[in-house]
Each structure stands twice: as structure tokens, then as C-alpha cells.
């Protein structure tokens, strides 16, 4: 007769399979469509003919831009778990935003005696500290993803080596090469009114090539890691997402490549915010996260053919940068328009703030408002301390 001993091991083993996270933060549809979608959006938009490809992605500017900005401002105003997190800090979530908007209007419409340069050339260089804030902001959104995924681990994660890999190849990858591109290309050269220098085809072909081999060698070191530690199919696909663009960034044009990076960084945006919005009323319970973004899509319809003042603004008064002239070529009073401009660049430096505040996990009471969004059934299942002390999930 086998003894209850050889029967408890197996019995363990599957309660412990059973009870363990789900190693996606949805599903593997959701995740595939929102988080996941630098694996399917390049494809898309590669195959499509111009007029289609033009057309999904004016769609999707004007669903996702504006309403990945306000996602993480919904999310803090709307969520009850978040109410003793904007009652600790409100000189951050109330006082800064205040203080920086009243700062913008100052540089942007104070008297040209009180700054250098025309209103022009200053809101040219908001608008370029505003692009060094945006590399940074998309790198740690890619660190915060893997990151995210890495708590969803059953065993834990807590080699700091592999974290420490994960960082660099977010900031690398993501922004400095995105930096070096520009530079390479010229785009700068819009923020200063000059023009785009024509760079030897030698050296552009060598650059590339010696940057192709760094992210492949990169790309292949890591996914090994990966493999050899078990961190799971979610975040190896995220990875190969990530270094995927940094290759396609080599490949194609630079205006694409912005487009393909925006509208990945909003997707996942939207797609991490709707499911905490579907649990941010009652705990424990999935809502679908269907209504919430279809009032941060409808939102930014609205308010986009406005807030894109500021690209309007920068690329010289020029139509053919917007998404939608309706408005703005109506408008033939400037300081109208640089108002309109002022509200566009506040709207992405509240965005910068809200993310952060909503999302930076070192923080114990943020940390604990964000996980109980985040993996609402299984909280407890790991330590939130998997995330890491210096995550940002922004």
C-alpha cells in the first residue's frame, strides 16, 4: 500500500501551480495587444500601403496621444486607492503642476527684456527640454514593464545584476540611441532654427552596422539570461519587442521610427492604466476597463486638433505637422496660439508628473496603491519587493 507521503509531493506541487500568478498582468490577448504591440505594430504598418498605413495611424494620433497623457491623472483623481497617496503629497500631485504651469507662462509670455531671445526661441527651448524628458520618460516605461512582469514571477526575482542589465538596456536602447539618431539625422536642428547638415554615407552605414551588432549582441546576451533564470515568455517577448524597434530604428526612416515609438509607448500606457481602472473602484473586482478608455480616447479626439499648438508652434507656424489644421489655421491671433502651445507642453510635463507619482514603486504607499490594481487576485502571492527599490513604472 504507497504511503500518504508519496501522494502529498504531487499534491503540493499542483496546489502550488494552481495558486501561482499568471506570468501576463491580464492575458495573454490583452497583454499581446496593448503591452506587447512593438512585436505587432511595425508589421502592420510596414505592410499596409501609404494611404491605409496614413490613415491607422491618424486614428490611432488622435485616439492615443492625448489620452495616454491624462491616463495616469485619471487614474490618480478616480482610483480610491490612491486617495491616501494624494493626501501625503499634495505640494507633488497639487503644488508642482501649479507651480511649473505658472512657470511656462512667465518664460513663454513674460517681457522680452526679463529672458533672452524671442518667445520664439524660448518656447523652442522648453520644447527641447521637454524632448530630453521624453527619452528618459520611454526608457523607464520599458524598465517598468520588465520590471512589472518580473513580479508576476512565481520563484521571485531578486538578482540585481539582471535588473541592473534590464536598466541600461531600457536607457540605452530606448534613449540614447533614439538621441543619437536625431542628432544624426538633424531633427534636432528644428529646436534651434538651423539647418540639417548632410552627414558622409560612410560614416552612416559604419554607425549603423557597429550599433546593429551592439543591440543583436545585447539583445542575444540578455534573452539568454532569461532563459537560463526563467523570467517567463512575457518578459523575453517584451525584450525582443524593445530591441526589435532599436533595430528597425537602423532600417527605416526616422519619421517612422517616431511613429512606430510613440504609439507603442502610448498602447502600453493605456493598456496598464484601463486594467487598474478596472479594479480602482471595488477591491477584488474586475470591471471592464472598456468604458474608462473610451473616455480617455474620446477626450483626446477632442482635445488634440488644440493641444498640438506646440509642434504647430515649433515647426514654424507649418500646417503640415498637424494631425488635425482645422482649428489652429483659424486662429491668426499669435498669442492665441502660443497659449494653446503652453497648454499642449503643460500637458505633457503634468503627464511626466502623474507618472511618476502613480507609478514610482520605491515609494511604500505608492507601492501599495499601484499593486493593488496591478494584481488585485494575487497580491500576496509575492513580496512587492520583486519590483526592485529603484523601479519606475511610468
Not at 501561482?20 to 505592410?47: E, I, M, Q, Y
Amino acid at each position: 500500500m504507497p504511503s500518504t507521503a508519496s501522494h502529498s509531493a504531487p499534491a503540493t506541487s499542483v496546489q502550488r501551480l494552481a495558486s501561482a500568478p499568471s506570468p501576463w498582468l491580464r492575458s495573454p490577448a490583452w497583454d499581446g495587444f496593448w503591452l506587447l504591440s512593438g512585436l505587432w505594430l511595425p508589421v502592420l504598418l510596414l505592410l499596409l500601403p501609404d494611404g491605409p498605413a496614413q490613415l491607422l495611424i491618424l486614428g490611432l494620433t488622435l485616439c492615443g496621444w492625448l489620452a495616454h497623457r491624462f491616463a495616469s491623472v485619471w487614474l490618480a483623481l478616480s482610483a480610491a486607492a490612491y486617495r491616501p497617496v494624494l493626501q501625503a503629497r499634495p505640494g507633488y500631485f497639487w503644488g508642482l503642476p501649479l507651480l511649473l504651469g505658472a512657470s511656462l507662462l512667465l518664460v513663454v509670455f513674460g517681457p522680452d527684456s526679463l529672458w533672452p531671445g524671442s518667445r520664439l526661441q524660448r518656447f523652442a527651448a522648453l520644447m527641447l527640454l521637454d524632448y530630453l524628458f521624453s527619452l528618459y520618460h520611454f526608457a523607464m516605461q520599458h524598465y517598468g514593464v520588465l520590471a512589472l512582469y518580473r513580479s508576476r514571477l512565481p520563484h521571485g526575482q531578486q538578482n540585481r545584476h539582471l535588473q541592473r542589465m534590464d536598466w541600461w538596456l531600457c536607457l540605452l536602447v530606448s534613449g540614447a540611441l533614439a538621441l543619437l539618431l536625431d542628432l544624426l539625422h538633424g531633427d534636432l536642428n528644428v529646436f534651434f532654427g538651423l539647418p540639417t547638415p548632410p552627414v558622409a554615407a560612410p560614416i552612416v552605414g559604419g554607425l549603423r552596422l557597429l550599433l546593429g551588432v551592439a543591440i543583436v549582441s545585447f539583445w542575444g546576451w540578455q534573452s539568454w539570461q532569461y532563459r537560463c533564470q526563467q523570467q517567463g515568455l512575457p518578459r523575453l517577448l517584451y525584450l525582443s519587442s524593445l530591441c526589435g524597434l532599436g533595430l528597425l530604428s537602423l532600417l527605416i526612416s526616422p519619421l517612422l521610427y517616431l511613429v512606430l515609438i510613440q504609439i507603442q509607448h502610448w498602447l502600453v500606457a493605456l493598456g496598464i492604466s484601463g486594467h487598474m481602472l478596472s479594479h480602482s473602484q471595488t477591491a477584488g473586482h474586475q470591471r471592464s476597463p472598456w468604458p474608462a478608455l473610451a473616455g480617455l480616447v474620446l477626450l483626446s479626439c477632442l482635445l488634440t486638433p488644440v493641444l498640438e499648438a506646440d509642434y504647430y508652434i515649433l515647426h514654424g507656424f507649418n500646417l503640415e505637422v498637424l494631425a488635425v489644421s482645422g482649428l489652429l489655421a483659424q486662429l491668426s491671433w499669435e498669442p492665441a496660439v502660443y497659449a494653446l502651445g503652453c497648454l499642449g507642453l503643460f500637458s505633457s510635463w503634468l503627464h511626466y508628473i502623474y507618472d511618476r507619482g502613480v507609478f514610482r514603486l520605491a515609494d511604500p504607499l505608492t507601492r501599495r496603491a499601484a499593486l493593488s490594481l496591478l494584481r488585485p487576485a494575487d497580491t500576496g502571492a509575492k513580496s512587492p519587493e520583486n519590483l526592485g527599490p529603484a523601479c519606475v513604472l511610468e
